[in-house]
């Protein structure tokens, strides 16, 4: 398992780091050829809109592509190698690479042997042979998968037992536990250094929107899981809100189940399915409760066991009051 972990990763970070490397050397190619002020911000017509200087193009081109390599880097490590989304979210890496690795050839070729970046201009269908580069890059990255023996899909779990956790009459209880994503953080922390060089290169409306993204994955990093007399509770690591409860009155039966969030759910971050919704931070351990409607609400988190024991007592209790 090791090993088809690692050729994952090296096969997730390939794309980002080639297209660096054809960006730098596009920029050493052209660099004498280039204005001192590159054209780098473009309207829907094609028009130059806003400029940059060389040192703040390259660290652009840096800290975006090594940022999503961080961050392929840690869905290739905390995915289920046995789900099939996982390729399909390594795919949609190399077509972000290669897209972007275009984009960025784009603007220097567009700024060579221009003398007023204003009058430069990047028409709007570079963003079309862009999204042929990214969809060749993705195929490509499609075919060296192919090449990594995938373990085989494990069979889905069954419904689970329903267990209690033994209080004595009058005797009261509480169940916390943080629970933490590190894709989440890597995906913050990316963000967060991707809006610090726009805010250096000068774009501060996009710097401010990106930031204002790494704020929300940060917070929402380590959320708290809470069982206790008003039922299931998620919330925020440092808000008290937005938080999801489902009530005591509303729980039919809890258990707990490994869940895998590609297929299962689709993704990270609070996920709406038929039937089903999850905060899903992780593929792994996770408290599943049955509402009385029917629908099911997932958290992945440890000690799912215990929430779900207590959750089950609590709801027993809740229901011999009515």
């Known amino acids: 398992m090791n090993r088809v972990r690692y050729r994952l990763v090296a096969i ?4 980002f780091l080639l297209a ?3 960006d730098l050397t596009a920029f050493v190619l052209l660099r004498d050829r280039l204005p001192d002020r590159l054209a780098s911000h473009f309207t829907a017509g094609g028009s130059s809109d806003d400029t940059q200087s060389h040192t703040s193009y ?3 081109v840096l800290v975006t592509h090594v940022g999503l390599a961080a961050l392929w880097t840690v869905v290739a490590r905390t995915g289920d190698p046995a789900v099939r989304g996982l390729r399909w979210m390594i795919g949609a890496g190399y077509a972000t690479a290669g897209l972007l690795g275009y984009l960025m050839v784009a603007v220097l070729v567009a700024n060579a042997d221009a003398t007023d970046p204003g009058q430069v201009r990047m028409p709007p269908w570079q963003l079309a042979i862009g999204a042929g580069c990214g969809a060749l890059a993705a195929g490509i990255g499609w075919l060296l998968l192919l090449t990594v023996s995938m373990p085989a899909p494990m069979p889905s779990p069954g419904p689970g037992e329903a267990e209690r956790l033994d209080l004595a009459e009058g005797e009261s209880a509480g169940w916390l536990r943080r629970a933490p994503s590190r894709v989440m953080l890597a995906m913050g922390v990316a963000l967060a250094l991707t809006g610090i060089a726009l805010l250096y290169v000068g774009g501060t409306p996009h710097a401010i929107i990106v930031l204002g993204g790494a704020l929300l994955c940060l917070a929402f990093s380590c959320p708290y899981v809470t069982v206790d007399r008003h039922g299931l509770t998620a919330r925020p690591t440092v808000l008290p809100w ?11 039966r809890a258990i707990s189940r490994e869940v895998k969030i590609l297929s299962e759910y689709g993704g990270w971050g609070y996920r709406v399915r038929p039937g089903k919704t999850g905060l899903m931070l992780r593929s792994g351990e996770a408290l599943v409760v049955r509402r009385v409607g029917g629908r099911e609400f997932a958290v992945t988190v440890d000690d799912s066991a215990t929430a779900a024991a207590l959750l089950n007592t609590l709801a027993d209790r809740e229901g011999a009051k009515r």
């Open 12 to 15: 997730a970070v390939l794309p």
């Open 58 to 60: 390259l660290l652009f």
């Open 20 to 22: 660096l490397a054809v």
């Open 242 to 252: 937005p938080r999801i409860r489902v009530p005591l009155s509303d729980v039919d």
